[in-house]
């Protein structure tokens, strides 16, 4: 037997929702403003200080926290659409997965660049999310 709908329902789930997707934007961009201060005062220490070797981590490490942020502008991109379109935009969720894969591979430690296990695996996620992304868009 089917549960009845009760459209007074559906409507509190739609609100709670929207408002929920309210709340995680307003903290996610909180904490994005943080970081990004965060991230140039750090980096502002380390070209004031002159102690900062980049060519041996330095500059890995700024790229991974550059990175990140981006990550999660690209969140917070996906949270404005939903809250815009009332729905999710998979187009945006799968660029941000592949721009998640894309760090982890940029970032790798220098170990795990001899597995050759690991570098496939990379390497098929960065391929399907790349062939699921073309199909996400030549459908669009």
Known sequence: MPIPKSPGTLVLIERFQQSLAKVLSALLAVVLVVGTAQLCLGTAQALL????????GGLLGLMDQLLL???GLEVLQNLAAYLRDEGLQTEL????????????LIVMPQGSDKDPLVLIGVGVVILCLAFAYTQ?????
């Open 49 to 56: 200080g002159n102690n900062q070797n980049w060519l041996q």
């Open 69 to 71: 942020l981006l990550i």
């Open 93 to 104: 969720v799968v660029l941000t997965a592949l721009t998640a894969v894309a760090r982890k």
């Open 136 to 140: 996400l868009r030549s459908t669009r």
